[in-house]
């Protein structure tokens, strides 16, 4: 199993400003995976890390808005930028790893956008 | 369209008392499916992964089972605790392209136990 932190664990941000959200992990992992889950809703990736190149977005986001860096095999940012209320939403990082892709998950960040 | 739709969506039952919940999917070609727990404010947390092969698979007081005839799951929960209340999430992986795979998941029932 891997171990994930993230750092905020939450987070109260004012309408136009920018958040960088940390996940770190405890072993090297090669994909590292940033999820968003807005309240009642499930799971919805919003983007795969992998290190050394850039991130890959699935449909309806955006570079410009998700930035997102990978620099090392146990490290990455997500940043949360130009920030709305509609971006209120917990923030999961997470990896896979195992025989059958397991995934592992951070304990989110809780973000609030006035 | 690949979807996985859980039921039911709440479910508040008493401690000790067992409770099974649904997953239904329309996901192909199916790779395997999983189950996770998420307390609230936290991540969430595997309970189990299931391939197209296993039609049953226990993880102590948690069983979930697999029909990929009917693309049926359900995980079922015996003697239920407290530290049961949480959101139950089914998401069933799809491979394509070669190597690549995709999660589709489910919005969850979300189980209170009571004392």
């Known amino acids: 199993s891997a171990v994930i932190s993230q750092k905020p664990s939450r987070d109260i941000c004012q309408r136009g400003t920018s958040l960088t959200i940390q996940c770190q992990v405890d072993s090297q992992v090669t994909m590292m995976f940033w999820y968003r889950q807005q309240p009642g809703q499930s799971l919805t990736l919003i983007a795969t890390?992998?290190?050394?190149?850039?991130?890959?977005?699935e449909s309806g986001f955006v570079i410009d808005k998700f930035p997102i860096s990978r620099p090392n095999l146990t490290f990455s940012t997500l940043t949360v930028s130009n920030m709305s209320p509609e971006d209120s939403s917990i923030y999961l990082c997470?990896?896979?790893?195992?025989?059958?892709?397991?995934?592992?998950f951070g304990p989110g960040t809780r973000l609030t956008v006035l | 369209k690949n979807q996985v739709e859980q039921s039911p969506q709440s479910l508040i039952i008493l401690e000790g008392k067992n409770c099974t919940l649904q997953c239904n999917y329309t996901v192909s070609p199916f790779s395997n499916l999983r189950w996770y727990k998420q307390d609230t404010g936290r991540g969430p947390v595997s309970l189990t992964i299931?391939?197209?092969s296993e039609n049953t698979k226990s993880n102590g007081r948690y069983t979930a089972t697999l029909d990929a005839d009917t693309k049926q799951s359900s995980l079922h929960i015996t003697a239920s605790q407290l530290s049961d209340s949480a959101s139950y999430i089914c998401v069933v992986i799809f491979s394509y392209a070669g190597n690549n795979r995709k999660l589709i998941w489910g919005l969850g029932t979300s189980l209170a136990v009571n004392p």
């Open positions: 997470s990896v896979s790893s195992g025989s059958y892709n397991e995934q592992f």
């Open positions: 299931m391939t197209f």
């Open positions: 890390a992998n290190q050394g190149s850039e991130a890959t977005y």
